[in-house]
């Protein structure tokens, strides 16, 4: 059984409420609801998380029927763990929104061209000469015996 399946309607129309509580719109910044963080977008958040399914279930069937706020404040008071796995839902899930990383700038992440033949830049420009003239500066690591 799929970590979604296990989403009762009510549950995703809390967490809904929830989400645009965390995340709501500003600007031209979309609410969590507008991207669809409580959909398909929740459900790949608990397919990469399956470790936070319990907690999230369990903050979800504390808060439904409660207005946002309230469910939110009661939550962060009584069972941090919930509380912790919805913010973390509601905030994977709308920042893996193709939307939302457009607006911020953010690609996404990239594979970085490395050639191991190539001389750092670093090397080049100048960067690492401060700490080589510097010297080595460490601490000994205490023996374990004394």
Do not use: W
Not at 73 to 81: E, F, G, T
Not at 118 to 128: F, K
Request: hydrophobic share 40%; aromatic share 6%.
């Amino acid at each position: 059984m799929s970590q979604a399946s296990r989403l009762s309607p009510e549950g995703r129309a809390t967490f809904a409420g929830l989400a645009d509580l965390l995340i709501p719109r500003h600007g031209r910044m979309p609410a969590a609801t507008e991207v669809g963080a409580h959909a398909e977008l929740l459900d790949q958040v608990l397919g990469h998380r399956p470790d936070i399914v319990d907690d999230l279930l369990r903050g979800l069937a504390a808060a439904e029927g409660a207005e946002p706020s309230e469910a939110a404040n009661r939550l962060s008071q009584s069972d941090a763990a919930a509380f912790n796995a919805i913010t973390l839902a509601a905030s994977a899930a709308y920042y893996m929104c193709d939307e939302v990383r457009a607006l911020i700038g953010y690609p996404g992440q990239e594979k970085a061209p490395y050639d191991p033949h190539e001389t750092p830049v670093y090397l080049t420009n100048r960067m690492i000469e401060r700490l080589v003239r510097r010297g080595p500066i460490y601490r000994p690591t205490p023996d374990a015996h004394d």
